[in-house]
């Protein structure tokens, strides 16, 4: 079903808007007048509307701001609960795949456009050379600057795409740390609200959570906003868990 919300909520008038008449009562002895009872809603539509006004609700933190500060005060929280967000193993796997990726950033960085040019420049001289030298160089063997560009263009989009796959490869250790930030906040949050809620009453004021609490929250409803980037981009396997290992 397609509920326009606004619709419900904001039920339109058809025509102009009457001048306010005096009731009157009907034959069921009802009062009428330009009154009209509220809209009646079916059983899905109080759920679709219940469902739009959960993800409002959802939405309570786009306008929280945090930073890696909060992030860091909770990563020294867990650790002084004992929690370790990378596995020594994840460390190792992470340091081998850097070593797969740098090899294949040198590669990006030898195949850019003048990388081409001037291998192009370096393959011409040597052609004369030879052709000086009285050896002559077969014609299928002589490119054209247009020959290495593309060649290197080809060698360039693999190269890059390489890196792309050995991120998403340790994109799950980082995944995984983000995960259990997400948890030691939640748990964090619950304890702060309840010690807020207290004060709060204690004092006879409404609660109004305080703008720390609001940010660990957000971290423990957004854990994901802790990664540096999206999972299928290129990024240095090592730094993927910074985040998460920061003094």
Same mark, same amino acid.
């Given at each position: 079903?397609?509920?326009?919300? =606004?619709?419900?909520?904001?039920?339109?008038?058809?025509?102009?808007?009457?001048?306010?008449?005096? =009731?009157?009562?009907?034959?069921?002895?009802?009062?009428?007048?330009?009154?009209?009872?509220?809209?009646?809603?079916?059983?899905?539509?109080?759920?679709?509307?219940?469902?739009?006004?959960?993800?409002?609700?959802?939405?309570? =933190?786009?306008?929280?701001?945090?930073?890696?500060?909060?992030?860091?005060?909770?990563?020294?929280?867990?650790?002084? @609960?004992?929690?370790?967000?990378?596995?020594?193993?994840?460390?190792?796997?992470?340091?081998?795949?850097?070593?797969?990726?740098?090899?294949?950033?040198?590669?990006?960085?030898?195949?850019?456009?003048?990388?081409?040019?001037?291998?192009?420049?370096?393959?011409?001289?040597?052609?004369?050379?030879?052709?000086?030298?009285?050896?002559?160089?077969?014609?299928?063997?002589?490119?054209?600057?247009?020959?290495?560009?593309?060649?290197?263009?080809?060698?360039?989009?693999?190269?890059?795409?390489?890196?792309? @796959?050995?991120?998403?490869?340790?994109?799950?250790?980082?995944?995984?740390?983000?995960?259990?930030?997400?948890?030691?906040?939640?748990?964090?949050?619950?304890?702060?609200?309840?010690?807020?809620?207290?004060?709060?009453?204690?004092?006879?004021?409404?609660?109004?959570?305080?703008?720390?609490?609001?940010?660990?929250?957000?971290?423990?409803?957004?854990?994901?906003?802790?990664?540096?980037?999206?999972?299928?981009?290129?990024?240095?396997?090592?730094?993927?868990? @910074?985040?998460?290992?920061?003094?």
């Amino acid at each position: 079903m397609n509920l326009n919300p =606004f619709k419900i909520l904001n039920a339109k008038r058809s025509g102009p808007i009457a001048s306010p008449q005096p =009731f009157q009562p009907n034959s069921s002895g009802q009062s009428e007048g330009t009154y009209q009872s509220p809209i009646s809603m079916t059983h899905a539509e109080n759920a679709e509307l219940g469902n739009l006004k959960t993800h409002i609700r959802d939405d309570r =933190f786009d306008r929280v701001s945090t930073n890696q500060n909060v992030v860091n005060m909770i990563i020294k929280r867990a650790r002084e @609960d004992g929690v370790t967000f990378v596995s020594s193993s994840d460390l190792e796997k992470l340091a081998a795949l850097q070593i797969r990726y740098d090899r294949a950033r040198a590669s990006v960085m030898a195949h850019t456009y003048n990388a081409a040019r001037e291998a192009y420049r370096v393959h011409i001289r040597e052609v004369k050379n030879r052709l000086m030298a009285g050896v002559a160089t077969p014609e299928d063997e002589i490119w054209s600057e247009a020959d290495f560009h593309e060649d290197f263009e080809i060698r360039l989009h693999a190269a890059k795409q390489e890196c792309r @796959d050995i991120t998403s490869e340790g994109f799950p250790i980082a995944v995984a740390a983000a995960k259990k930030i997400g948890e030691v906040a939640a748990k964090w949050a619950k304890e702060m609200e309840a010690e807020e809620r207290k004060k709060a009453e204690e004092f006879g004021f409404h609660f109004v959570p305080s703008a720390i609490l609001l940010s660990i929250q957000k971290v423990a409803d957004r854990p994901q906003k802790c990664l540096p980037i999206a999972n299928g981009s290129a990024y240095p396997p090592k730094h993927l868990i @910074d985040f998460a290992t920061n003094k």
